[in-house]
């Protein structure tokens, strides 16, 4: 079974604790004492999966790990305030190096106020680095991906494809110091979660928000699935970096749909509140964007379908995912 079948096979029919709002399923789990959520969120990034030595520094490593999870907290509306690292250290790899990628992500962290408050280190024969991030948000601010409503807007933040062009920059060796190529390279050694952006969300009454983290193809579907929606997407509408022209339109179309790692959002909001989102933006200097809409669902199962040169197709769920 691949990813997406496991995390079904083993999702809980029930719960046990009253205070869990949301459990598998989001970005992230949810569960509330008082009036203020409190947001959890954990990924496990291992050597030449998730990262490699020759395309990143072991600061890069820290940095961006810490910021895949903070991305996911920002997708749920919330404040970053903890993290937990926790990181398995081959002999490969030498203290200098382990000190290195704590300080990557002590500087994110420092960004964003955040205190490191535990974890764990122990030996292996790859490096692996967990990190879980814990945030709050007023409960009545969350957002969760079964939102989506028919005759929403879709919209993204940022433009897309842009990490896996600095990763093909880096592993073909081209030359990293060209200035074409800096902010591709950037994007994927030093992804910015959209954290503030989130936050001043928190005026909107209703909206769906996934981080794009395995390409917006599967980000789509799981919004049309969680909701129980189609969303229809224009591709001419779709943001990506004027650098990408470098590339070959193959590339583009690939890493604009299946890439991920860019750590944007995806969301859907009503027309009504879509100029707010807008505004908020703007005000946060974010480049937002408009890119479909959603419908009500037309056959069996949600779908995802994309509008290019005038003729509807059904978007494939081939971005990224684990155990497939």
């Known amino acids: 079974m691949n990813e997406f079948e496991f995390i079904e096979h083993i999702r809980p029919k029930t719960y046990h604790q009253p205070s869990l709002l949301y459990g598998v399923g989001d970005d992230a789990a949810v569960y509330q004492f008082h009036q203020e959520a409190t947001v959890t969120a954990v990924d496990t990034f291992v050597e030449n999966i998730h990262f490699r030595k020759d395309t990143m520094s072991a600061t890069d490593i820290g940095y961006r790990a ?76 969350l957002r969760y991906r079964q939102h989506a409503k028919a005759g929403d807007v879709v919209f993204v933040t940022g433009t897309l494809g842009d990490s896996q062009a600095g990763l093909h920059v880096l592993l073909k060796e081209l030359p990293e110091t060209h200035p074409t190529f800096k902010d591709l390279i950037k994007k994927h050694q030093r992804p910015v979660p959209q954290v503030q952006f989130a936050q001043q969300l928190g005026i909107i009454s209703r909206m769906a928000l996934n981080d794009v983290s395995d390409g917006i193809a599967n980000e789509a579907y799981e919004l049309a699935t969680s909701s129980q ?24 179309e ?52 994309v509008l290019k040169e005038d003729e509807w197709t059904t978007l494939q769920q081939l971005g990224y995912t684990h155990l497939k």
């Open 229 to 252: 929606v189609d969303i229809h997407i224009y591709d001419e509408t779709i943001p990506t970096h004027p650098l990408l022209h470098h590339f070959t339109k193959e590339q583009i």
């Open 254 to 305: 690939k890493w604009k749909y299946f890439g991920g790692e860019d750590f944007e959002l995806l969301g859907t909001v009503s027309q009504k509140e879509w100029p707010m989102v807008q505004r908020v933006a703007t005000s946060c200097n974010v480049q937002v964007t408009e890119i479909g809409k959603v419908t009500e669902v037309s056959k069996q199962q949600p779908t995802v379908r």
């Open 66 to 141: 810490l910021a895949a999870n903070v991305s996911d907290i920002a997708a749920m509306g919330a404040e970053p305030v903890f993290y937990l690292a926790s990181i398995v250290v081959p002999n490969t790899w030498s203290s200098e190096d382990i000190k290195d990628i704590f300080s990557g992500l002590a500087e994110l962290a420092t960004q964003y106020r955040m205190d490191l408050i535990g974890g764990d280190t122990v030996s292996g024969k790859e490096l692996v680095l967990s990190i879980t991030v814990i945030g709050k948000v007023d409960a009545t601010r």
